[in-house]
């Protein structure tokens, strides 16, 4: 990828968005391949969203309810291509995917999630962990395949269990490794990526 070219991420969120904005601020470096070109949620008023438009990255929110699965994630594809987005980036997005649409972005699209995966797939994932007396835990950035929380694991982050935990202080501590992590990960795929296979549908400027 030329070193002025940067990939064109899509970030899709449901809520808080704090690793959606810690992947903003770490795109607004000069060294970072990528630039974040849209940010979607399935849910309207997910905080998140105003981070973004405040940063005058464009948004685009469509609520779920009432719409089939396959027919909402065409829709969201339709905005992601329509930002001609190269890469996919889930941040706290909370809705399973299509097979279409997981198929499509095979490859380019990576989730975070809060454990050292293949342990505690899903929810409740640090409670969870303290239920088990876990002396450690920590986040995972993967590919995201059909499978939930299971695809080819990119990078991971440990923090250590300390004694008088709760999942809220642990949860913490975690998140503080997630938003050095995903950056960091995505990044590193993006570089990798297209130094081997550059995507085929990229228009550039004069193309258009
Ligand atoms: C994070 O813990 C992330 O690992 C998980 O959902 C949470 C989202 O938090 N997938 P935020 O919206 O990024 O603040």
């Known amino acids: 990828m030329p070193a002025d ?3 064109r991420v899509g970030i899709l969120i449901s809520g ?3 690793n959606m904005a810690a992947l903003i601020d770490a795109a607004g470096r000069e060294d970072c391949p990528y630039e974040v070109a849209i940010v979607i949620s399935n849910v309207p008023d997910a905080p998140g969203l105003a981070y973004a438009a405040d940063r005058g990255i464009p948004t685009f929110a469509l609520s779920h309810k009432g719409v089939k699965r396959a027919e909402f994630d065409l829709l969201v594809d339709g ?3 329509d930002a001609r987005i190269e890469y996919v980036a889930l941040a706290g997005y909370m809705r399973l ?4 649409f997981v198929d499509r972005w095979a490859g380019r699209m990576v989730n975070i999630h809060p454990s050292l995966l293949p342990a505690y797939k899903g929810l409740d994932t640090h ?3 303290l239920d088990a007396g876990e002396t450690r835990h920590g986040c995972t950035v993967h590919l995201v395949t059909a499978e939930l929380d299971d695809g080819p694991i990119l990078a991971q982050a440990e923090v250590p269990i300390l004694p008088g935990d709760d999942s809220a202080t642990l949860a913490n501590r975690v998140l503080v490794e997630e938003h050095r992590l995903y950056p960091a990960a995505l990044a590193a795929l993006i570089r990798r990526t297209d130094a081997v296979q550059p995507p085929a549908a990229i228009i550039t400027p004069g193309q258009e």
């Open 5 to 7: 070219r940067k990939a």
């Open 16 to 18: 808080r968005g704090s």
């Open 79 to 81: 905005a992601l291509r």
């Open 97 to 100: 995917l299509s097979p279409g």
């Open 127 to 129: 409670q969870r962990a």
